[in-house]
C-alpha cells in the first residue's frame, strides 16, 4: 500500500496526496457573502 502523502496518477490525472476534507458548514462567511479570515484560516 502507498503512502497517502505520495502522489497517484490515475488515467490523465495526477493526484498529489489522498486526504480529504468532507463537506462543513462553518457559518463564518462576511455579511456580503465572502471568505474572512476565520475561514482562510480553517484551510490553512
Do not use: C, P
Not at 476534507?21 to 490553512?44: F, V
Amino acid at each position: 500500500m502507498k503512502n497517502i502523502f505520495e502522489s497517484v496518477d490515475l488515467n490523465h490525472l495526477r493526484i498529489k496526496n489522498r486526504l480529504i476534507r468532507s463537506a462543513t458548514w462553518e457559518n463564518l462567511a462576511e455579511q456580503d457573502g465572502s471568505i474572512g479570515n476565520d475561514t482562510y484560516n480553517i484551510y490553512k
